[in-house]
């Protein structure tokens, strides 16, 4: 069966955010972001695609379009396409994100 | 901004299952899923659909295709387009799940 630990498949890195990803499909990725104390995803943006955060452990400052918000466990924030979106962890410890994409931009 | 804490947004009933909505565009939905133990999600399937399950609290057993497995806390299962797919908390405490459909068949 196509399940996963989302935990065990986490990686990091002391150099950046390290992505992993879980399952594809031609209509979706789900990645699981790892993100040390301070490490970010730099603000950009998919003019087609949806994009879906949701933090499995740890803390960050998300933005999504002009707004700043932190979030924490089981919070999950959307960013519609062509809305531009970052995250960084402002916390003490590890963070850890599910990272739903939609359409899937590798699969064109 | 569009943030949600998703346990704050889980529904259950004594009667069945409960979905409840917290994002959904023409690419996708993302639904939250509440199910106290006994209740199931019968096996059914989408031609067209994928759809994730993303178990935030709780534990259940899931079909994907002819496979059965159980699944617990931050695992997470793909249950591909045109695959039968289903779920029951067999647990002995409340089950949660993060669910994502796309494409969204909401919005054909």
């Known amino acids: 069966m196509n399940s996963k630990d989302v935990l065990a498949e986490t990686r990091y890195s002391p150099d950046k ?20 104390p301070g490490q970010e995803q730099k603000v950009h943006s998919h003019s087609d695609n949806d994009k879906i955060y949701f933090v499995v452990e740890g803390s960050g400052e998300f933005l999504v379009g002009e707004e700043i918000c932190d979030l924490g466990p ?5 960013a519609p396409a062509g809305e531009s ?3 960084r962890n402002t916390g003490g410890v590890r963070l850890t994100l599910l990272v739903f994409m939609t359409p899937n931009p590798n699969r064109r």
């Open 17 to 36: 955010m390290q992505k992993t990803n879980l399952f594809e499909t031609k209509n979706f990725f789900c990645d699981v972001y790892g993100l040390e």
């Open 74 to 78: 089981n919070q999950i924030v959307l």
């Open 85 to 87: 979106h970052g995250v």
